[in-house]
């Protein structure tokens, strides 16, 4: 972190009352915290983002690292990836950098690529033009206005993605006040909150994921706005919040991140046929299952494990398809048939409000047709689910459903012996299993006989 006393005795930081907006002063000046009095170091930046800022700065640019590198860097967490600020046009850095890409309509950006890591690059931004770049709701359709550092720290969402760390010094320049929020472990959206709300809704998703990410809290009318203005994601293209969702849930905090989303009453945008169900009964089996996943989520990300989106939206989905489930086979629709048709249904009413990629919704309906045929544990069936490429996933959601009273706990027993049995004692548990009640034939009817010829001319 910063020597923060340092700096609050070489310059007077002002911190903002709780209930008040950050308005852009007419003078803003930053606070410039040097070299000497910060602990961000050239060694913890990636070699590349080093690349692209000494680049800029060599070509007479100006070369900023910015946003959430280096906030996480002063809280000493690692960033996952570097952003690059500059006063060089999109076109003027492409020209520069040979492996490089324009992307972006809203506004224009710059990739630099290096293998897998990439490094996004910036121009500063000015305010939008009222009357050509905002629609009628307040968002942002166009942003393609480029202006200077000051207008361009002014345009950040939060106060804490607002410090820039200058190539040129070492030094940080803070506009907002960033680094006071920072110390007071503060989330402070700049600028009016509804409007900025307005202008890209989205950021209420942010605000979430920065709470359960970085453990600080939302500032009070930051923190006010949300539930009321959550309805605004309905407006946000339902691709853009699978993007989110993935951040939301795979932070490593997704317990927490999850609470949040249901205590200031975003989940039910998101995710609403499964909001329901979990308003119903709040602490039944589907959050049950749910709260489960998310924790297993969390673990498996700490310990370094992969986690594949697939199996979090099936918990994520399972009480709307187990209810329609169940509906389905009491009209008198068989078993599979039924869940198949529930997962359908769900399915379809959700990727309208996030679009769940099908290579994702294919391995989750596999995950859920498995916990049918894993109760089919007699003769060789057992023996040929242990071969089937999502019995793990499947295995897995099984015991969550164990765990929330769900099934039985003895079947997830016994396919947790299963797996690790010796092949003859796999068949001994095969014989052990009650026998299949095989169907009745039923006897065809033959059609009588043709009367012949002679009869029927007689």
Same mark, same amino acid.
């Given at each position: 972190?910063?020597?923060?006393?340092?700096?609050?005795?070489?310059?007077?930081?002002?911190?903002?009352?709780?209930?008040?907006?950050?308005?852009?002063?007419?003078?803003?000046?930053?606070?410039?915290?040097?070299?000497?009095?910060?602990?961000?170091?050239?060694?913890?930046?990636?070699?590349?983002?080093?690349?692209?800022?000494?680049?800029?700065?060599?070509?007479?640019?100006?070369?900023?690292?910015?946003?959430?590198?280096?906030?996480?860097?002063?809280?000493?967490?690692?960033?996952?990836?570097?952003?690059?600020?500059?006063?060089?046009?999109?076109?003027?850095?492409?020209?520069?950098?040979?492996?490089?890409?324009?992307?972006?309509?809203?506004?224009?950006?710059?990739?630099?690529?290096?293998?897998?890591?990439?490094?996004?690059?910036?121009?500063?931004?000015?305010?939008?033009?009222?009357?050509?770049?905002?629609?009628?709701?307040?968002?942002?359709?166009?942003?393609?206005?480029?202006?200077?550092?000051?207008?361009?720290?002014?345009?950040?969402?939060? @106060?804490?993605?607002?410090?820039?760390?200058?190539?040129?010094?070492?030094?940080?320049?803070?506009?907002?006040?960033?680094?006071?929020?920072?110390?007071?472990?503060?989330?402070?959206?700049?600028?009016?909150?509804? @409007?900025?709300?307005?202008?890209?809704?989205?950021?209420?998703?942010?605000?979430?994921?920065?709470?359960?990410?970085?453990?600080?809290?939302?500032?009070?009318?930051?923190?006010?706005?949300?539930?009321?203005?959550?309805?605004?994601?309905?407006?946000?293209?339902?691709?853009?919040?699978?993007?989110?969702?993935?951040?939301?849930?795979?932070?490593?905090?997704?317990?927490?991140?999850?609470?949040?989303?249901?205590?200031?009453?975003?989940?039910?945008?998101?995710?609403?046929?499964?909001?329901?169900?979990?308003?119903?009964?709040?602490?039944?089996?589907?959050?049950?299952?749910?709260?489960?996943?998310?924790?297993?989520?969390?673990? !498996?990300?700490?310990?370094?494990?992969?986690?594949?989106?697939?199996?979090?939206?099936?918990?994520?989905?399972?009480?709307?398809?187990?209810?329609?489930?169940?509906?389905?086979?009491?009209?008198?629709?068989?078993?599979?048939?039924?869940?198949?048709?529930?997962?359908?249904?769900?399915?379809?009413?959700?990727?309208?409000?996030?679009?769940?990629?099908?290579?994702?919704?294919?391995?989750?309906?596999?995950?859920?047709?498995?916990?049918? !045929?894993?109760?089919?544990?007699?003769?060789?069936?057992?023996?040929?689910?242990?071969?089937?490429?999502?019995?793990?996933?499947?295995?897995?959601?099984?015991?969550?459903?164990?765990?929330?009273?769900?099934?039985?706990?003895?079947?997830?027993?016994?396919?947790?012996?299963?797996?690790?049995?010796?092949?003859?004692?796999?068949?001994?548990?095969?014989?052990?299993?009650?026998?299949?009640?095989?169907?009745?034939?039923?006897?065809?009817?033959?059609?009588?006989?043709?009367?012949?010829?002679?009869?029927?001319?007689?």
């Amino acid at each position: 972190m910063f020597a923060l006393d340092k700096i609050f005795r070489r310059r007077r930081v002002t911190t903002l009352n709780e209930e008040s907006d950050i308005q852009q002063p007419q003078d803003a000046k930053p606070l410039i915290v040097p070299r000497n009095e910060h602990s961000l170091s050239r060694s913890h930046l990636s070699p590349q983002a080093l690349k692209v800022l000494y680049g800029l700065k060599d070509a007479g640019y100006e070369a900023y690292l910015v946003g959430g590198c280096v906030r996480d860097l002063l809280l000493g967490h690692e960033p996952k990836d570097f952003d690059v600020a500059t006063n060089a046009s999109p076109e003027q850095v492409h020209q520069l950098f040979r492996k490089s890409r324009l992307i972006g309509r809203r506004f224009k950006l710059v990739h630099v690529g290096f293998g897998r890591e990439v490094i996004e690059v910036a121009t500063f931004r000015a305010p939008p033009e009222a009357e050509q770049h905002i629609d009628e709701q307040g968002r942002i359709v166009q942003d393609n206005v480029f202006g200077t550092l000051a207008q361009d720290a002014w345009r950040r969402d939060f @106060t804490i993605n607002a410090l820039y760390y200058n190539i040129r010094d070492f030094s940080i320049v803070d506009y907002t006040g960033g680094i006071a929020d920072l110390q007071a472990g503060k989330i402070h959206l700049i600028g009016d909150v509804e @409007t900025r709300y307005r202008e890209d809704p989205v950021r209420m998703l942010r605000a979430i994921r920065f709470v359960g990410k970085l453990g600080l809290r939302l500032e009070q009318e930051t923190a006010r706005c949300v539930p009321l203005l959550a309805s605004l994601l309905n407006d946000i293209p339902a691709a853009r919040l699978f993007d989110e969702c993935l951040k939301l849930y795979l932070s490593g905090k997704a317990v927490l991140t999850h609470q949040l989303l249901m205590e200031y009453g975003i989940f039910e945008y998101l995710f609403p046929e499964t909001a329901r169900v979990l308003k119903a009964e709040p602490a039944g089996q589907a959050a049950t299952l749910l709260n489960s996943a998310l924790q297993n989520t969390d673990t !498996r990300i700490a310990e370094g494990k992969p986690v594949t989106p697939a199996f979090l939206f099936a918990a994520i989905l399972w009480g709307p398809v187990a209810q329609q489930w169940k509906l389905h086979q009491t009209h008198k629709i068989p078993a599979i048939p039924a869940l198949q048709r529930a997962a359908t249904e769900v399915i379809s009413e959700q990727i309208q409000r996030v679009a769940i990629p099908k290579r994702f919704t294919i391995v989750t309906r596999d995950i859920w047709t498995l916990q049918i !045929r894993l109760t089919m544990r007699q003769g060789k069936r057992g023996l040929r689910l242990l071969s089937h490429p999502k019995f793990r996933a499947g295995y897995d959601f099984l015991l969550l459903r164990a765990e929330s009273g769900e099934v039985e706990t003895e079947l997830a027993t016994w396919w947790t012996d299963f797996q690790v049995a010796p092949e003859a004692e796999q068949q001994k548990m095969v014989n052990a299993l009650a026998p299949v009640a095989k169907p009745r034939k039923r006897r065809r009817r033959r059609k009588p006989a043709a009367k012949k010829a002679t009869e029927n001319k007689a």
